[in-house]
């Protein structure tokens, strides 16, 4: 009795181990993934987005320049001190623009569709309106400008009119 059991157990645990393979393939048929997409590289924005420091001091409404920061991806830029206003550059290789419209949007901000000399990407003003962040797609890349009117800013900086005027700028001397 004892060795029916054991030969219905084994037959069972036999069966059991065969049904636990995956439906369909075989070990000489390896499963099929899809192709990696590869970002297709966009246009070169240059460094700092081919603006000047003077441009930006100027267009970004710094007055002047007491700190900067350029590397290979961004600038920064500061005037007036450590509360002073502030614009930054940043350019994002084979990144999509949803990922960071949807990082906005996550915030609880409300980003606005736009279009820069012809390409698409959105724009964002913080609610009082003295920070300002504006992205414009290109290809799989984007670049994006920020300025912060600074937290003594005027009531009349608008940093969004900037961040437009700088990207203008950007998108006019691509390469």
Partial sequence: MRLMAAIVSG????????????????????????????????????????????????????????????????????????????????????????????????????????EVAGKPGFKDASENGMVCDLAVQLGDDFFEWSTSAGIFGAAHADPCARNLALATLTVQRLQ
Wanted: hydrophobic fraction near 30%; charged fraction near 15%.
């Fill in 11 to 114: 037959t069972a645990v036999v069966v059991l181990s065969a049904g636990c393979g995956s439906q369909g393939s075989t070990d000489n048929q390896p499963a099929v993934k899809p192709p990696l997409k590869v970002a297709t590289l966009g246009p070169f924005v240059g460094e700092c987005g081919h603006v000047t420091d003077d441009e930006v001091k100027t267009v970004g409404g710094l007055g002047a320049i007491t700190g900067s920061f350029k590397n290979s991806v961004g600038c920064n830029w500061s005037g007036g001190g450590l509360d002073g206003p502030t614009v930054t550059f940043a350019s994002y290789r084979g990144s999509p623009i949803g990922r960071e419209k949807a990082w906005v949007t996550s915030e609880g901000r409300n980003p606005e569709n736009i």
